[in-house]
């Protein structure tokens, strides 16, 4: 009989959104798949889950461990896969696992929980009705300004994942492709420093000439 694989979103700042079905199903599981070795076992070590098989999966070795994932779910393991934070699949490594798992006609769960791009986008104060998520754009200028070009004409709003060293430069790229558009810059949600700042695009690039942000970052336009 087959096992399953359960995606499992786990807290991204804040430990105690951890839910209960979440630590049952890490507790439960025959094999935890994460990005970080160390981040999980301070995951488990924090709400006392014994220690269990660990194996790392993420961008470097994901094509290669997905085929070893799924013929252990079909040798009768559960496999629990969690990201370093939020949700695994969404701009964290998970969906070739799904996929995979999914052709083999494989069991495939979720245990649903906290998602930084859905959390800043209700806190934004932008309308939250329609909108896209684009992740992190792409790293090389001429790349970036092509996809913003792509969306110059979105009327829905636009989540982005924003490293915080190309802060500057991102809002400054959407602004010239975009146009000045009303966005927020929401960071280290859940944490000690949570912040959300509001504003135009210009606006924003103005306060963070005066005050740098830091940490981890969701702009919504």
Sequence with gaps: MSGKLVLC??????LEDASRRLLRTLEEADVLACEDVRRARKLLSHFEIPART??????????RRAGELVRR??????????SDAGMPG??????????????AGLPVEIVPGPTAAVSA???????PGRFVFEGFL?????????????LATEVRT?????SPHRVEETLADLRTGLGDR?????????????????????ELLGELAERPARGEIVLVV
Excluded: M
């Excluded at 979103?9 to 804040?14: Q, V, Y």
């Excluded at 969404?90 to 052709?103: K, M």
């Excluded at 792409?138 to 996809?147: L, V």
């Design 121 to 127: 986008l209700v806190l934004s104060g932008l309308p």
């Design 182 to 202: 009303p966005a927020a810059l929401v960071r280290e949600l859940t944490k000690v420093h949570e912040e959300v700042r509001r504003g135009t695009l210009s």
């Design 158 to 162: 636009l989540v982005f994942y924003v």
């Design 90 to 103: 969404l701009s964290d490594p998970g969906y070739r696992l799904v996929r995979a798992c999914v052709d």
């Design 9 to 14: 979103a786990t807290p991204i700042g804040n």
């Design 73 to 82: 779910v079909d040798a009768g393991e559960t496999v629990a896969l969690i």
């Design 54 to 63: 660990l194996v790392v999966y993420n961008e470097g070795n994901e094509r």
């Design 138 to 150: 792409p790293r090389k200028a001429g790349d970036r300004s092509r996809r913003i070009a792509e």
